[in-house]
């Protein structure tokens, strides 16, 4: 699968719970519908809820991967 092409990064590298669930709230409502928001973190509970937080949302989860300690999910805005 291609990694989406996102409109803008987030990097929460280094924030706990809730900060990164936090901030990507407030990234995702800058963008246009369409967009895609790349988020960057650390903190393992993102594994749980960018998903949730997605579905809860109507957002729209393209992808999300792990290397080493880095976490990485690619979102399209929806509404």
Known sequence: MDTPHPTV???TSGKCCPMPMVE???AI???AVGDVL???ATDV???KDIPSWCERTGQTLLSSSE???T???YV???R
Do not use: M, S
């Open 9 to 11: 990064t987030l990097d």
């Open 29 to 31: 409502k800058a963008l």
């Open 71 to 73: 976490l990485k999910f």
């Open 38 to 40: 790349e988020i960057i």
């Open 67 to 69: 290397n080493d300690q």
């Open 24 to 26: 990507t709230n407030k």
């Open 45 to 47: 509970a993102t594994l």
């Open 76 to 78: 399209r805005k929806n």
